[in-house]
């Protein structure tokens, strides 16, 4: 068995060099606390944006503690680190004159254990909620999870060897006066997902396991036909079909297809012609808790000359099931436009579970828009990607 290792970098940097709002006569630019509130608020780069939106480190919890230090910006500027800040739109903060930061924040106990509802699970006290940001490695197979403003007052790791079936070790760190890096190796190469969050003070890092089955027919697949409703999508060049109506048709499609192969558990984000909000999509896919999530989109290019099909994921660890239907996708005489990594992209966005964006074809090429338009051609890519998840599966098993 090749050695896996997932890697929690726990960096906990929070300056504490401000406890009261300043009296600065430039009130956009005073400094105050306040909380992440509302539904997946997102820690940003920078303020960059594009039609995707500005580039994101990742989603956090709500009851998030932050130090805001320009509200001249938009989004609001947050202090992270002494050397590092971040950005959040001011609608996912809420402001309180009476928060008051301590001089310091401490990590306590840590707990790590299994479970039989699919999770291994990694567990820190903290002295506060602080804010954090995570990602993946592969080669060895790693998460890195930074959170910002503790110092290590944990004197030990309990562990359950005997009942863990996804997590090897952990082993921490205090890599910086304020940041902590906690390491946490893993028994399989392949990532399954995991979530992050805070019950009261407690840090809980979720790792899924991989499951027992890695026949397709156990593995439970989640479809999300894009766009829909009041959100047409592109428009075919000549034909003039919307992208929401097709992308349903193939998705449809799809569901009927792993059904008839035995596929047990197949879940639609939508089944009609409904209005659905991004991060309405994703909080019903994380309580649905899919294995895997097939978003299936039809693309279009200024440029009439682009054509072909495209995967695109965010994390790198999702990318080898990108990369099989994107191969499947060829047989059946779609050109490469590409395999597209990083995509900031909503649906791209959750690790909890594996999850790729399929774009089947353009709209704004004759030929590709033939096709697209053909239920033929929606059989076809149903069965190709069902190949691809399978070729997946396959490699997975050889690997582990």
């Known amino acids: 068995?090749?050695?896996?290792?997932?890697?929690?970098?726990?960096?906990?940097?929070?300056?504490?060099?401000?406890?009261?709002?300043?009296?600065?006569?430039?009130?956009?630019?005073?400094?105050?606390?306040?909380?992440?509130?509302?539904?997946?608020?997102?820690?940003?780069?920078?303020?960059?944006?594009?039609?995707?939106?500005?580039?994101?480190?990742?989603?956090?919890?709500?009851?998030?503690?932050?130090?805001?230090?320009?509200?001249?910006?938009?989004?609001?500027?947050?202090?992270?680190?002494?050397?590092?800040?971040?950005?959040?739109?001011?609608?996912?903060?809420?402001?309180?004159?009476?928060?008051?930061?301590?001089?310091?924040?401490?990590?306590?106990?840590?707990?790590?254990?299994?479970?039989?509802?699919?999770?291994?699970?990694?567990?820190?006290?903290?002295?506060?909620?602080?804010?954090?940001?995570?990602?993946?490695?592969?080669?060895?197979?790693?998460?890195?999870?930074?959170?910002?403003?503790?110092?290590?007052?944990?004197?030990?790791?309990?562990?359950?060897?005997?009942?863990l079936k996804e997590i090897k070790n952990v082993y921490y760190r205090q890599s910086e006066d304020d940041v902590m890096l906690v390491t946490i190796e893993l028994k399989h190469p392949a990532h399954w997902g995991y979530s992050i969050f805070y019950e009261k003070n407690q840090l809980i890092i979720k790792v899924k396991q991989q499951p027992k089955s890695l026949d397709i027919k156990n593995i439970k697949i989640a479809i999300d036909a894009g766009h829909g409703g009041t959100n047409l999508g592109a428009e075919g060049n000549t034909t003039h079909i919307l992208e929401k109506n097709y992308t349903l048709l193939f998705a449809k499609q799809l569901k009927k297809y792993l059904k008839s192969r035995g596929v047990n558990t197949v879940f639609m984000t939508r089944e009609t012609d409904t209005t659905l909000e991004m991060k309405d999509r994703i909080t019903t896919l994380q309580h649905q808790n899919p294995d895997i999530l097939i978003s299936i989109h039809l693309n279009s290019n200024s440029d009439k000359d682009v054509k072909g099909s495209g995967t695109f994921y965010r994390h790198i660890g999702f990318r080898p099931v990108s990369l099989a239907i994107l191969k499947r996708m060829q047989e059946i005489g779609m050109q490469e436009y590409a395999n597209v990594?990083?995509?900031?992209?909503?649906?791209?966005?959750?690790?909890?579970?594996?999850?790729?964006?399929?774009?089947?074809?353009?709209?704004?090429?004759?030929?590709?828009?033939?096709?697209?338009?053909?239920?033929?051609?929606?059989?076809?890519?149903?069965?190709?990607?069902?190949?691809?998840?399978?070729?997946?599966?396959?490699?997975?098993?050889?690997?582990?």
């Open 341 to 400: 990594g990083n995509f900031n992209f909503g649906l791209s966005g959750p690790t909890d579970f594996i999850n790729c964006l399929l774009e089947i074809g353009f709209l704004s090429n004759i030929d590709d828009e033939k096709k697209l338009a053909n239920p033929k051609f929606h059989t076809q890519t149903a069965v190709q990607v069902y190949k691809g998840i399978v070729d997946w599966l396959k490699q997975v098993q050889v690997e582990k």
């Open 1 to 163: 068995m090749r050695k896996t290792h997932l890697i929690i970098v726990l960096i906990f940097i929070f300056s504490s060099a401000c406890t009261q709002p300043s009296t600065s006569a430039n009130q956009s630019k005073r400094e105050f606390f306040a909380k992440s509130v509302g539904k997946l608020p997102a820690l940003l780069y920078g303020l960059g944006d594009d039609r995707l939106g500005g580039a994101k480190m990742g989603y956090i919890d709500t009851g998030i503690l932050f130090k805001v230090i320009d509200t001249s910006v938009s989004p609001w500027k947050v202090q992270m680190s002494k050397n590092r800040s971040a950005y959040i739109d001011k609608i996912y903060l809420k402001a309180d004159t009476n928060l008051k930061a301590k001089p310091y924040y401490l990590s306590a106990n840590f707990n790590v254990f299994g479970t039989d509802t699919g999770y291994d699970i990694a567990t820190l006290n903290i002295d506060e909620k602080l804010p954090y940001r995570s990602w993946m490695q592969t080669n060895p197979a790693a998460i890195q999870l930074e959170i910002f403003g503790v110092q290590s007052n944990t004197n030990w790791i309990t562990q359950l060897p005997s009942k």
